[in-house]
């Protein structure tokens, strides 16, 4: 997968996975990586899948319609590439934190729907359920901060709150932080993960 990996100052803290959303790059999501954490390692990967020249990580067949079919290989296709990238670049295959937005926060979402063992936890920015009517595996020490929006068009109010629900009832720890801006990337909610990221590291990561 085209990636950029780029190591930190601190290799104790989390590998940042950073996931962009439709139409986006690698490049797309790297100044997140410095709000969040500027000292941490991050690894930043294109989506395989091309829908009308636009990279994804995953194909849908309709807006907010995933193939879930295609979901589950390309979320298994990622999580392979994780275990190759951590043995190529030399950083901790079990200290990775995702930070996805839209499309690339549904492919996170899947990571953690999917293996139990791929994400020590994400930063969602505006995501959706990615499946349902699976078991998830048992995400207990996984926390995971979502961003949405009140009036998000694509994802709705409902969907967060479900999102948030399976997940917790996967025993992982969610924060659920709301904007008013639609489903928009907004900096006061990078903020706001980078917020809540802090104080993880200093109560969880050490």
Request: proline share 4%.
């Amino acid at each position: 997968m085209k990636h950029i990996y780029q190591k930190g100052r601190d290799s104790s803290k989390p590998t940042l996975l950073l996931l962009h959303g439709t139409g986006g790059t690698e490049l797309d999501l790297l100044p997140l990586a410095g709000m969040v954490d500027d000292e941490a390692s991050y690894l930043s990967v294109r989506g395989n899948v091309l829908e009308n020249g636009m990279p994804r990580f995953f194909r849908r067949l309709a807006e907010g319609v995933f193939d879930e079919e295609d979901l589950v290989f390309r979320t298994n296709e990622l999580n392979q590439f994780l275990n190759e990238a951590a043995g190529e670049y030399g950083f901790d295959r079990d200290n990775i934190l995702a930070i996805g937005y839209s499309n690339g926060a549904n492919i996170a979402a899947s990571l953690l729907f999917h293996h139990q063992q791929a994400l020590k936890g994400a930063i969602l920015h505006h995501p959706m359920v990615p499946k349902r009517g699976i078991k998830l595996p048992d995400l207990s020490g996984k926390s995971v901060f979502i961003a949405a929006g009140t009036n998000d068009p694509i994802c709705s109010p409902m969907e967060s709150n479900e999102l948030r629900s399976l997940l917790e009832e996967a025993n992982a720890a969610v924060e659920l932080h709301w904007e008013e801006r639609g489903h928009q990337l907004t900096r006061e909610e990078v903020e706001a993960a980078a917020t809540w990221y802090r104080k993880l590291y200093n109560e969880s990561f050490k």
